[in-house]
């Protein structure tokens, strides 16, 4: 019957491998919605995020609706469709949370063996041993060895902040001239990417030392659900000044329903 059904399905109406990848897509950029609230807080943020994804299948919100009604009408067959998005949705999780293991894992290093100019491509204040966060430092010798062009930025990428969220949670990154410094600093609140752009030149002086820092002020508080990721400092995010390590996911570009860092959100 079920076979009988799709051959007779209209036109406007996608086929069933076609609705399956759509409902895929849509799950995931639903959970980022209900997660990613600091970035979505507007209706006209959330639909145009929902409309990427269907611009993505080449279909029309309309198709979708049409679609979405016409294998709901036939019960037995959108819920093995939406069995098998669940199960496909799961087992992405699960992979998820076998490469965040490793990356935490790895992150339990002693302090006293890194170099100053240590930097984690992730930071989670839940890992064990998490202190208060990171710094680092680079001198001149430093920076002229990893960053040869003259532009520069330090990049992170942050979720798990809760509602009303107050503690004392920032970020600063220090430069050092020979007659100036110059500090840039944030505050977060939000689940975002943080952004600081740098020059090794200004007006009649060099860099000479890069220092930098994001830390929380008070872990008394729900700090622990706070994650760090995509941390980066280099040429236009394409290098990164850190020990060797799995990425948990690419340097932040426009958001895609298709990246680790959505997916990571289904949890």
């Given at each position: ?155 992170f990428s942050v ?17 050092v001239y020979g ?89």
């Open positions: 019957m079920m076979i009988s059904s799709c051959q007779n399905r209209p036109r406007e109406v996608l086929n069933r491998k076609s609705m399956e990848q759509l409902m895929y897509d849509v799950y995931i950029a639903e959970a980022t919605l209900e997660n990613d609230y600091g970035s979505f807080n507007t209706p006209e943020k959330k639909e145009a995020y929902i409309n990427k994804v269907f611009m993505a299948h080449k279909v029309t919100q309309a198709q979708w609706d049409t679609s979405l009604s016409w294998y709901s009408d036939r019960i037995d067959l959108y819920l093995k469709m939406n069995d098998s998005v669940k199960v496909r949705i799961q087992r992405a999780r699960k992979d998820i949370d076998r490469n965040l293991e490793r990356i935490r894992a790895e992150q339990v290093i002693d302090p006293a063996l890194l170099s100053p100019s240590y930097i984690p491509s992730y930071y989670s204040f839940s890992i064990p041993g998490a202190k208060t966060g990171f710094h680092f430092r680079l001198d001149s010798a430093e920076i002229s060895s990893r960053m040869p062009g003259d532009e520069f930025s330090f990049t979720i798990g902040v809760p509602p009303l969220f107050t503690s004392d949670l920032s970020s600063m990154l220090t430069l007659d100036t410094i110059i500090s840039q600093s944030h505050d977060i609140r939000e689940n975002k990417s943080y952004h600081m752009d740098a020059s090794r030149f200004i007006p009649g002086d060099t860099l000479t030392q890069i220092n930098g820092f994001v830390h929380l002020q008070d872990r008394s508080g729900n700090a622990s659900s706070i994650q760090l990721h995509s941390i980066y400092l280099g040429e236009n995010g394409t290098d990164s000044v850190e020990v060797s390590s799995p990425e948990l996911s690419p340097a932040p570009q426009a958001r895609d329903p298709f990246t680790v860092d959505t997916m990571m959100m289904v949890q």
